[in-house]
């Protein structure tokens, strides 16, 4: 199992909409978690923390489910400004930052 | 405050040619990291430095790759003898420390090797 998978995508969703994307991480002492927005042709900027159970902001909602180990992203009432790549961190212990490759969101007018 | 700042924003250069990527870190950060980023690709880890530590140079696709950080900020990435498949972001980012730190983004070097 790789350390931290997401699924590539790209997910159409049309304005309005609801999308969640989960994102599998292989080590079980990973205690922090994090979710990164990365625009086209653009740097990732952090989006969200996950340090316990979940996470709001907003129209966002990060979750964390220790048992199955992964994390999801939540997006409620989708914008065409959402229109990203989400990129999950996981550190695998006392560690950097490991990154998924993210996962492609395209919200259609 | 200021961010992680890169330079050169961009940079063509033709192949065999050496090639130097800047990165000034957030002030303070003790842990930088490299990354390079081809085209619709995810984020490809090169090298890590943490504090006075020996850098963490497990990434590194090739001993062309090399990396200094001097007096614990300003990073240097070197690309000797370029060759086109090296083409792609080179993206630098800083953070408080290693262990699980949140990491802040520089905007980037996009290389274009002909």
């Known amino acids: 199992r790789k350390e931290v998978e997401q699924d590539p995508g790209p997910f159409n969703v049309p304005e309005g909409a609801t999308v969640a994307f989960n994102c599998t991480y292989s080590?079980?002492?990973?205690?922090?978690f994090f979710w990164y927005r990365q625009d086209c042709r653009k740097e990732p900027k952090l989006l969200m923390s996950?340090?316990?159970s979940g996470n709001e902001d907003g129209r966002f909602t990060a979750q964390l489910n220790r048992a199955s180990q992964y994390i999801s992203l939540l997006i409620r009432d989708s914008k065409l400004s959402d229109s990203a790549t989400y990129l999950c961190?996981?550190?695998?212990?006392?560690?950097?930052?490991?990154f998924g490759k993210g996962t492609r969101l395209s919200v259609i007018a | 405050g200021a961010g992680v700042s890169q330079s050169p924003s961009n940079k063509v250069t033709e192949k065999g040619k050496d090639v130097e990527l800047r990165c000034d870190p957030i002030?303070?950060?003790?842990?930088l990291y490299w990354y390079r980023q081809s085209l619709g690709q995810g984020l490809e880890f090169l090298i890590y430095?943490?504090?006075?530590?020996?850098?963490?140079k497990s990434g590194l696709p090739s001993d062309r790759f090399s990396a200094e950080r001097t007096g614990g900020s300003v990073s240097t990435l070197t690309i000797q003898r370029t060759q086109q498949e090296d083409s792609a972001v080179y993206l630098c980012?800083?953070?408080?420390?290693?262990?699980?730190?949140?990491?802040?983004f520089g905007a980037g070097t996009r290389l274009s090797v002909l």
């Open positions: 980012a800083s953070s408080p420390e290693v262990s699980g730190g949140i990491q802040y």
């Open positions: 080590n079980s002492a990973s205690q922090s």
């Open positions: 996950v340090y316990s």
């Open positions: 961190a996981v550190p695998p212990g006392n560690t950097p930052l490991v």
């Open positions: 002030s303070g950060h003790t842990a």
């Open positions: 430095f943490q504090g006075n530590s020996a850098p963490d």
